[in-house]
């Protein structure tokens, strides 16, 4: 099990600093293109190369976690990726950290050794092929009924003529892109299962490339909610919609199990509620730290200046896509992180 816990850092690790190293990389690139002189451009750019390879590598890892441990598990040890993020930015990037990033930092450290000590190796549980489009099924469904309350306010905002994004449309950006995330864990450990229970190797490769396509659609929907939203609004939800469909679509699909010793159930399921919360105080530390008193805020006037040229610059044409935790990082903010 910790095996498998160690392998999702490492991976969710490679997946946020490689996208972070990335988005360094195309501030003096052009947008991505087919042209090879581009492809030349970004593949001398060395920022940029390193990034790209830590992404895959990441995702690699992943992979190997997915086929070792339960989606339970490893949906929510991937959201520790925030907190590694907001450490490579303090020492790598010279990012001033206050005491609500530090207090998240430590509440995914300790939900993750509680879901290593709660979770315990199980075996696959017999799984139909008719779950993947039962899958597809309960998705569209939640999309619809999404979509639906999203028209609803968007014609309420068109009637009362509001040019601002109402709150209600960024949390559906957000759901809507953490669903898929924890969906793509999902379809790609049922790939593993399917080959350990004897079906054709061929749906490996097919459950791949379902997840690839989920990951996709849910950065578009990302994405598009970060350009028209409030980052931290569409990050949260992003952040914490993946961890419980992650769980309950690997609880209800995949047969996974609580452990069955109440000692290690309310472990695992306290490592969940920590995680959760770790990366909500990361996400929301900017605004939580006003509420602070003036000792603990770590104001550094220098920092200012440099932050103007930094990473957290947003570019019209983004030519990387990155996390929803990670963009958090890389949004301006009309104030100064405290």
């Known amino acids: 099990m910790w095996e498998s816990i160690l392998l999702t ?171 898929l995330f924890g969906m793509a864990s999902v379809i790609s450990k049922m790939g593993f299962v399917f080959l350990e229970q004897g079906f054709p190797s061929i749906l490996v490769p097919i459950c791949l490339i379902i997840s690839i396509c989920c990951s996709g659609t849910g950065f578009y929907y990302q994405t598009w909610g970060l350009k028209h939203g409030r980052a931290i609004v569409v990050s949260t939800c992003a952040a914490v919609a993946s961890i419980v469909t992650g769980v309950l679509a690997g609880m209800l699909a995949l047969g996974e199990r609580l452990p069955s010793a109440p000692t290690a159930r309310l472990t695992l399921m306290l490592g969940w509620v920590f995680i959760i919360g770790g990366v909500i105080l990361l996400v929301s530390s900017t605004r939580l730290v006003r509420h602070l008193p003036r000792s603990l805020r770590h104001v550094d006037k220098s920092f200012n200046v440099r932050k103007s040229g930094s990473t957290r610059v947003r570019e019209s044409n983004p030519s990387t896509v990155i996390q929803a935790s990670t963009l958090h990082h890389l949004m301006p903010t009309s104030k100064e992180k405290a």
Not at 115 to 143: C, D, M, N, R, T
Not at 148 to 168: D, F, N, P, S, T
């Open 9 to 179: 850092l490492a991976a969710t690790a490679g997946n946020n600093i490689g996208k972070i190293l990335q988005k360094k990389g195309t501030v003096i690139l052009p947008p991505l293109s087919l042209k090879l002189k581009v492809i030349r451009a970004y593949a001398l750019n060395r920022a940029w190369l390193i990034g790209f390879l830590m992404d895959i590598f990441g995702a690699l890892l992943m992979l190997r976690a997915l086929s070792l441990a339960p989606v339970s598990v490893i949906q929510p040890v991937s959201g520790c990726g925030l907190a590694i993020l907001s450490i490579f930015s303090h020492f790598y990037l010279k990012e001033i950290m206050n005491a609500v990033d530090w207090l998240g930092i430590t509440f995914a450290g300790i939900g993750t050794i509680g879901v290593g000590a709660g979770g315990e190796e199980q075996k696959a549980s017999a799984i139909s092929i008719f779950h993947l489009p039962w899958l597809a099924i309960v998705v569209a469904i939640l999309f619809v009924l999404l979509n639906a309350w999203l028209r609803i306010y968007r014609r309420q905002r068109k009637e009362q003529e509001l040019m601002e994004y109402e709150v209600v449309e960024e949390i559906i950006y957000g759901l809507e892109s953490g669903i």
